[in-house]
């Protein structure tokens, strides 16, 4: 097992792939294991980020129809 150290991070203030903890841990998205992935973090972060929020929409949605299933009836 790699430790974080050795993996690498997405630079989100640079935009740079960095190896190790080369700055600060609220500028850096990651621990990736390649250079590769690390370098699509903000395709990653972003589709997350969507995935969340449609979770969430769905979330707040639950229960909240009036009358619910039975008004169809």
């Known amino acids: 097992m790699t430790s974080d150290s050795e993996k690498y991070w997405y630079n989100l203030k640079t935009g740079e792939v960095e190896k ?16 590769e992935e690390a370098a699509k973090a903000p395709e990653v972060l972003r589709e997350r980020s969507r995935a969340w929020a449609e979770d969430e ?3 707040d949605a639950w229960g909240s129809r009036s009358g619910s299933a039975d008004a169809d009836q």
Not at 20 to 35: K, L, N, Q, W, Y
């Open 57 to 59: 929409a769905r979330d």
């Open 20 to 35: 190790g903890f080369e700055s600060p841990a609220v500028d850096r998205a990651g621990p990736f294991d390649t250079p």
